[in-house]
């Protein structure tokens, strides 16, 4: 069995086919999806950067690794694992959101337990991106007609693991949809010593899968308190189908608007409550984009002329 290569400026193979009548216990165990057809690759070395990968040959494909996980790839311009999840087991999904080469490649990782999908991922999303065209990395966000959502406990990632996905990729920016973080993890994303550029979002699949801090958000706002130059920018949502969610306790939101200094832009998308509609407005930043109904907002439009720094934007739908 020849080995095929994924890139075409490197002689050596990255991953070699997995005969079906070769495969190990291990990989047999993985319940498919009868849909689901794509042969099962096997990594003859492990990339170190994205660039390793020939996407335009291989728009969808299987990779099976030594922890015993797989991880499923496909551009966006097939639309198949949009229709069906390959495998039953344990998911994370993630979207890889290119600028230059691709718009987007979709991804599941697939394994028996949460502590090897979190291996598995802190490999793959901390793999270098030497062209630049991966602009940002978007976890637990990828639509799916079923409504079928990942089941991975983000908390699984060490915060050795976390530090290394930003460590590696400081420009990239980072959007998490669903999953909760633990206090360690809040403070290894509030002490990077570089900007970063982080969305915090509610889910489309329902209002228990959105993002959550487990504390409520408290170890992120003490980290950033201790701060001593910019965040950079955030942006958190709190709008999920005419519903707010909070992924601060009620506490912490009047914390998060006023942090003096610490971001760049502030980003704000949704009503938080009608006691708290015009809280955003106070905070100390550079910029506010601040998204919500017209039909909520009763605030006075005089203020708006107090706001010169400031970027509004209201959906008046």
């Given at each position: 069995?020849?080995?095929?290569?994924?890139?075409?400026?490197?002689?050596?193979?990255?991953?070699?086919?997995?005969?079906?009548?070769?495969?190990?216990?291990?990989?047999?165990?993985?319940?498919?999806?009868?849909?689901?057809?794509?042969?099962?690759?096997?990594?003859?070395r492990?990339?170190t950067?994205?660039?390793?990968?020939?996407?335009?040959?291989?728009d969808?494909?299987?990779?099976?690794?030594?922890?015993?996980?797989i991880?499923?790839?496909?551009?966006?311009?097939?639309?198949?694992?949009?229709?069906?999840?390959?495998?039953?087991?344990?998911?994370?999904?993630?979207?890889?959101?290119?600028?230059?080469?691709?718009?987007?490649?979709?991804?599941?990782?697939?394994?028996?337990?949460?502590?090897?999908?979190?291996?598995?991922a802190?490999?793959?999303w901390?793999?270098?991106?030497?062209g630049?065209?991966?602009?940002?990395?978007?976890?637990g966000?990828?639509?799916?007609?079923?409504?079928?959502?990942?089941?991975?406990?983000?908390?699984?990632?060490?915060?050795?693991?976390?530090?290394?996905?930003?460590?590696?990729?400081?420009?990239?920016?980072?959007?998490?949809?669903?999953?909760?973080l633990?206090?360690?993890?809040?403070?290894?994303?509030?002490?990077?010593?570089?900007?970063?550029?982080?969305?915090?979002?509610?889910?489309?699949?329902?209002?228990?899968?959105?993002?959550?801090?487990?504390?409520?958000?408290?170890?992120?706002?003490?980290?950033?308190?201790?701060?001593?130059?910019?965040?950079?920018?955030?942006?958190?949502?709190?709008?999920?189908?005419?519903?707010?969610?909070?992924?601060?306790?009620?506490?912490?939101?009047?914390?998060?608007?006023?942090?003096?200094?610490?971001?760049?832009k502030?980003?704000?998308?949704?009503?938080?409550?009608?006691?708290?509609?015009?809280?955003?407005?106070?905070?100390?930043?550079?910029?506010?984009?601040?998204?919500?109904?017209?039909?909520?907002?009763?605030?006075?439009?005089?203020?708006?002329?107090?706001?010169?720094?400031?970027?509004?934007?209201?959906?008046?739908?």
């Open positions: 069995m020849e080995p095929e290569t994924m890139n075409d400026d490197d002689s050596s193979p990255l991953f070699e086919l997995i005969p079906p009548d070769e495969m190990s216990p291990e990989q047999r165990a993985f319940r498919r999806n009868p849909e689901s057809n794509l042969p099962l690759y096997r990594l003859l492990e990339p950067d994205l660039n390793e990968f020939d996407w335009e040959k291989d969808s494909i299987l990779i099976w690794r030594d922890n015993q996980t991880l499923c790839l496909s551009i966006a311009m097939n639309m198949v694992h949009y229709r069906c999840r390959p495998f039953q087991e344990k998911s994370a999904s993630f979207i890889f959101h290119g600028g230059n080469k691709h718009l987007f490649l979709l991804g599941w990782i697939y394994g028996k337990s949460d502590a090897a999908i979190a291996g598995m802190a490999f793959f901390s793999l270098k991106q030497s630049g065209y991966i602009v940002s990395l978007r976890i966000t990828v639509k799916d007609p079923h409504r079928e959502c990942d089941n991975f406990d983000l908390c699984a990632l060490e915060p050795d693991q976390l530090s290394h996905i930003l460590d590696a990729n400081p420009t990239r920016n980072y959007y998490v949809e669903s999953g909760a633990s206090a360690e993890q809040s403070v290894i994303l509030a002490s990077r010593p570089y900007p970063l550029h982080l969305t915090l979002g509610a889910s489309r699949l329902g209002r228990d899968n959105c993002f959550r801090f487990s504390d409520g958000g408290t170890a992120f706002l003490d980290a950033l308190e201790k701060r001593e130059f910019c965040f950079g920018q955030f942006a958190t949502e709190f709008q999920m189908e005419k519903e707010s969610v909070l992924p601060f306790s009620r506490a912490n939101i009047n914390r998060l608007f006023t942090l003096t200094n610490m971001f760049e502030l980003v704000v998308e949704g009503l938080l409550d009608e006691e708290n509609v015009m809280l955003p407005f106070s905070a100390p930043v550079n910029a506010l984009s601040y998204h919500i109904h017209a039909k909520t907002f009763n605030g006075p439009t005089s203020i708006l002329s107090t706001l010169w720094r400031k970027i509004l934007t209201f959906d008046s739908t």
